[in-house]
DNA sequence: ATGAAAGTGAGATTGATTCTCACTTTGGGA
DNA sequence: TCCCAAAGTGAGAATCAATCTCACTTTCAT
């Protein structure tokens, strides 16, 4: 009785580590892959469904869940009080630059440095972990505002 | 009709910078001051409400709103999807670590140096700002951890 | 002393995210 | 190829931190 309707599966479901192929994982997958930069869950359920409608919200948010899990997916922030999202497939330790004009991330080199952990570690602290964010302009929007 | 009770107003006005003076604002500065590290909204109403009840959870959010917007109130991070605060009264540039054990939270200077800047303007970005929270143990939590 | 503005309490509301539940799909065996 | 237990899904309910509303109270410049 489900107007549910079967949608071809596609392959990029290596952002989700493990679990099953289903068309709206692929789907999901697809669509916030082509999402240019950050983007809020809301934002990829449109995206998704302007594409394959039918997919609910909550699938979204699991989709997101599991490709957290998976670490290809990380929040970057947040906007309105909604989790920033991006799609990350560097394997190295680093964090994310977002552009405050388009919303694009670009990855940027940990700061953290021996100087902070041993500047920490001088009044008796110990650095486990650490979250960091930058805020500003990618190289494309600084082009654009500077008039040189 | 109101059980609202009058409550001697304190002087610890300088957490809100600008503002009247009520004695709800003052009990809940003097609450936060005397909170041990960082804090949530909830646990502050409730320090608060155990010295002096009555005080709405409304009021407290916007004590905790006067306080951020004065600057000496700051979100340290996010616990179980509430926003972790703590009393941040240092002047200058700086960030945060917070104790994984007891919460404590310590300042510790800001490690976004001439190196991430210029690494950043390499590839063209511009960074304008950025928000780092370290973690680990505060110098008590690991003395009492570590046994040499 | 006065009154307009700021502050407050209680409860309603908002809104992102999660959960429930009945149903559908997947995929490793038999 | 068929089976079926487990994984996944859609719709809507439920959560719950944070905000808003509104009638009432307090503050403080005048």
């Known amino acids: 009785m489900s107007s549910r309707r079967?949608?071809?599966?596609?392959?990029?479901?290596?952002l989700y580590g493990r679990?099953?192929?289903?068309?709206?994982?692929?789907?999901?997958?697809?669509?916030?892959?082509?999402?240019s930069g950050a983007f809020v869950a809301?934002?990829?359920?449109?995206?998704v469904t302007s594409v394959e409608p039918g997919i609910?919200?909550?699938?979204?948010?699991?989709?997101i869940s599991a490709m957290q899990s998976a670490g290809t997916l990380v929040t970057v922030g947040e906007r309105d009080g909604c989790a920033l999202l991006a799609i990350c497939v560097r394997g190295d330790h680093h964090h994310h630059l977002v552009?405050?004009?388009?919303?694009?991330?670009v990855g940027?080199?940990?700061?953290?440095?021996e100087t902070t952990m041993r500047a920490a570690a001088r009044e008796g602290h110990l650095?486990?972990?650490?979250?960091i964010v930058l805020?500003?302009?990618c190289a494309r929007c600084r082009a654009r505002t500077e008039n040189t």
């Open 19 to 35: 679990g099953r192929v289903s068309a709206q994982r692929a789907a999901i997958a697809k669509a916030a892959e082509a999402m």
């Open 42 to 47: 809301e934002e990829l359920h449109r995206a």
């Open 135 to 137: 805020y500003g302009l």
């Open 6 to 14: 079967t949608i071809r599966s596609t392959e990029p479901m290596a």
């Open 127 to 131: 650095v486990t972990s650490h979250q």
């Open 99 to 105: 552009c405050t004009e388009c919303g694009a991330v």
């Open 56 to 63: 609910g919200l909550a699938t979204v948010y699991r989709a």
């Open 108 to 113: 940027i080199d940990c700061p953290i440095d």
